[in-house]
C-alpha cells in the first residue's frame, strides 16, 4: 500500500467515525427539549438527566477527534506558520507530533484503559446525582477515541513525510464546509453580482487553504 493510500484509508475511517457519532448532537438535543419539557411543564424532571447528558456530550467531543485532525480543523496559531513553506511547516508539525503528540496520546490511551478497566471491574456508577447510572461504558471511550486519534495522528506523520519529499501537502478528502454555505448562500443572493461573488470565493478560498496546511504566500520551494 502507497502512503496516499494509507493516508486515504486512515482518513475515511477517522470521517467515517466523525461523521457517525455527530449524530449524538441529535440525541443530545432531544433529550434536553424533552427534559426542558418535563421540568419546566409537567414539573417531573428526570434524576439522571444531567449524567447522561454529560455523557452524551463527552463521547461526541471524544469521538469526533480524529475526524477534525483528519480536517485539520484543530486550532492553530498560525500568523507565522501559514508563511513557511510547505516543507518547513512539515518538518515543525513532523517534530512535533514525536515530540507532544504521540507522548501525550500515549499516555491518554495507556491511563484512560486504566480508569476504563477499573470502573467496569467495580461496576461504578455516577455520584453526581442520587440515581447515577453506571459510567463503565463511558469511560471506556476514552482509550477508544485516544487510539482513534493516535491512528490519525500516524496518517498525519506519514502526510509530513510525503510533504518532505514532494513539497506540496497531500490534498485531504472533500467536506461540506462552512464555505459551501458562503457559496450557496451567495449564489442565490439577487443583491450579489457575479464579480463581487467571485471575489468574495476567491478570498474565502485562500483563507480555507491556508487554514489546511498550505501557505498563504507563493514561494518557489527547492
Request: glycine letters at 6%; hydrophobic letters at 50%.
Amino acid at each position: 500500500m502507497s502512503a496516499l493510500s494509507l493516508i486515504r484509508v486512515v482518513d475515511r475511517v477517522s470521517y467515517g467515525s466523525g461523521k457517525a457519532f455527530a449524530w449524538l448532537i441529535v440525541a443530545l438535543t432531544f433529550v434536553v427539549s424533552i427534559e426542558v419539557f418535563k421540568r419546566y411543564i409537567l414539573n417531573y424532571p428526570t434524576a439522571w438527566i444531567f449524567d447522561f447528558n454529560n455523557m452524551l456530550y463527552g463521547t461526541l467531543f471524544m469521538m469526533c477527534g480524529a475526524y477534525t485532525l483528519a480536517a485539520a480543523g484543530h486550532v492553530r496559531a498560525d500568523f507565522v506558520y501559514s508563511y513557511l513553506t510547505p516543507r518547513i511547516q512539515a518538518a515543525l508539525d513532523l517534530a512535533l507530533y514525536f515530540l507532544f503528540f504521540i507522548p501525550g496520546i500515549l499516555g491518554l490511551i495507556y491511563a484512560g484503559a486504566d480508569y476504563a478497566a477499573l470502573s467496569w471491574r467495580i461496576g461504578e456508577h455516577s455520584t453526581v446525582t442520587a440515581e447515577g447510572p453506571p459510567v463503565y461504558h463511558f469511560k471506556t471511550v476514552i482509550p477508544v477515541a485516544g487510539v482513534l486519534v493516535m491512528l490519525q495522528g500516524l496518517a498525519e506523520i506519514v502526510r509530513c513525510l510525503v510533504c518532505l519529499r514532494t513539497g506540496a501537502w497531500p490534498a485531504r478528502l472533500e467536506d461540506v464546509e462552512e464555505i459551501d454555505v458562503i457559496d450557496t448562500q451567495l449564489g442565490h443572493s439577487e443583491y450579489v453580482d457575479e464579480e463581487s461573488r467571485r471575489v468574495a470565493m476567491e478570498g474565502a478560498h485562500a483563507i480555507d487553504e491556508a487554514a489546511r496546511h498550505r501557505s498563504v504566500v507563493e514561494h518557489k520551494d527547492p
